[in-house]
């Protein structure tokens, strides 16, 4: 018994679960927008499910397929594969179990969730081959968790509309811009592996650039959803607190020193999130 808890323990850190609070707040708020106020409680469990299970799967992949490459970079060695800290056999079950989860609750939630769950574990499974033969797997990676509150918008109403495209892109080039911030620690071990990637074809200043255009799209498309759906003062104070959270994250790293990766990267990065899900909820619930 002892052994199955460790084993669960030694993948949950694999996978990063806590850092789940980057996406999982925005399915949230696609879930406020497309039902004008709380979800039930029963929508909400089974959002949290599907969520938690797509994630899961991903993040799980990604370590299995990237392996070996993990095990040359010594930024990345001390993962639990390359370390011997957990089997592939093992991984392969819990990706499994994960998958299932995410189709059940898929199921659970509406017909047209379960007929594009195929789709949202095909982008899942490209993002891991991708910096092997493309710069944008920055993107693909947006394109995952933009999941998220689409998702969740379709688990509400059972339809795919303009808004939930809209606030899909938000995360699209939220996650890509700071996804670019990451992948600098790696630039020189990517370019030594011939792996792909914006800080390869870039260097640092046109990453720095880059993260920088993609996230002044994230907040034009946040000012699009404001517009498209009428929302209050509440939801645009919450868009200028994402701003000013954003503009401190650049500024950390505005002469390319990564020493401050860290706080750039999980801290501004998980509270940008919270911020968006709880200035949405204050509004839609206000009126």
Not at 22 to 27: G, R, V, Y
């Amino acid at each position: 018994m002892a052994g199955i808890i460790n084993k669960i323990a030694v993948f949950l850190e694999m996978i990063k679960f806590s850092h789940t609070i980057f996406a999982l707040p925005f399915a949230f708020t696609g879930a406020l927008l497309a039902a004008g106020g709380l979800p039930t409680i029963r929508q909400t469990v089974w959002i949290v499910l599907a969520m938690v299970g797509a994630r899961t799967a991903a993040m799980a992949m990604n370590r299995l397929i990237d392996a070996e490459i993990d095990a040359r970079n010594p930024r990345t060695a001390v993962r639990a594969i390359p370390a011997g800290l957990i089997g592939k056999g093992v991984t392969l079950f819990f990706i499994g179990a994960a998958v299932a989860l995410m189709m059940f609750a898929a199921q659970m939630l509406n017909p047209l969730c379960l007929k594009l769950s195929p789709v949202a574990l095909f982008f899942l499974l490209l993002y891991s081959y991708c910096k092997r033969f493309t710069a944008l797997a920055h993107v693909v990676l947006g394109i995952c968790l933009a999941a998220a509150p689409i998702g969740a918008w379709i688990a509400i109403r059972g339809t795919i509309d303009a808004p939930a495209l809209v606030l899909g892109g938000v995360v699209l080039f939220w996650v890509a811009g700071f996804d670019i911030l990451y992948a600098l620690q790696d630039l020189e071990f990517d370019r030594a592996a011939g792996l792909h990637s914006i800080p390869v074809l870039l260097g640092v200043n046109g990453s720095l650039w880059a993260a920088r255009l993609f996230h002044l799209i994230m907040i034009g498309l946040l000012f699009t959803l404001y517009n498209l759906m009428h929302l209050g003062t509440l939801f645009l104070v919450g868009i200028l607190t994402a701003v000013t959270m954003l503009l401190y994250e650049h500024l950390l790293l505005k002469d390319g020193n990564l020493e401050k990766l860290d706080a750039a990267f999980f801290n501004m990065n998980g509270y940008i999130s919270v911020a968006i899900v709880l200035f949405t909820a204050a509004d839609v619930l206000s009126k």
